[in-house]
């Protein structure tokens, strides 16, 4: 990965093969950035870490703030190796985000199965939707702006719930952000792999997100119908 960033199809060069090499290192790097993300998981929980507990409005927009503040400056330095550092410091920050709910499935007294689950089960539906994308012949690319309009959606029900503080909407928007994001891996990987997406730093970004968010709320999940007081 010391080579330059910027995946293009030179003169002369194998679009097949510079595809091959976009998706292969994506995968590294996606792998790569499962570390920062435990750690920061873990540290968060160590620390008890929250946003401004008593201002869930005010930790929202901090989170928000400085979440795209990474993405913006991961977007910016994409053609460089100091990309990949951005990258990987955005991921320790998304997992200090986690820990405050794995924090909570912790308190269960099957919470550490509950957190394998979770893991287990996205990795699952990672392996599924890729595998989809990379053999089947269909095209995926049409998904993308019925995908986003659902993204759309479910943030703007997010923000209503807020006020509004629904149990059934919770449980609701959470199922459907799983479909979404697992939809978005076939949309995302197959954009890869037909040479739509020539970045691996952006292409990780991309589908670190989607697992992310399908992690979330498969945990969130769990907790509600699987968490154990007792």
Avoid: C
């Amino acid at each position: 990965m010391n080579q330059p960033l910027q995946q293009s199809y030179e003169f002369g060069a194998n679009p097949a093969l510079v595809r091959h090499r976009v998706m292969r290192n994506t995968y590294w790097l996606l792998a790569l950035s499962m570390i920062p993300t435990v750690f920061g998981a873990w540290l968060g929980v160590q620390l008890q870490f929250a946003f401004f507990p008593n201002s869930p409005g005010i930790a929202m927009l901090a989170t928000l703030a400085i979440a795209f503040g990474f993405i913006f400056a991961i977007e910016k330095t994409k053609q460089s190796a100091l990309g990949v550092a951005v990258l990987l410091g955005f991921t320790f920050f998304m997992g200090l985000l986690l820990s405050r709910l794995i924090s909570h499935t912790l308190g269960y007294t099957n919470g550490a199965s509950l957190v394998m689950l979770a893991f287990g089960g996205t990795a699952s539906i990672f392996g599924v939707m890729a595998t989809v994308a990379t053999v089947s012949k269909r095209d995926f690319s049409g998904m993308g702006k019925w995908l986003f309009a659902g993204l759309l959606v479910l943030i703007l029900a997010g923000v209503a719930n807020m006020f509004l503080q629904l149990p059934a909407l919770q449980l609701t928007m959470s199922v459907i952000a799983i479909l979404i994001f697992s939809a978005y891996i076939l949309y995302d990987v197959q954009d890869v792999i037909n040479g739509g997406e020539t970045n691996y730093i952006s292409a990780t970004l991309r589908i670190y997100l989607d697992l992310y968010n399908i992690f979330v709320n498969l945990l969130s999940l769990l907790g509600i119908f699987g968490g154990n007081r007792e």
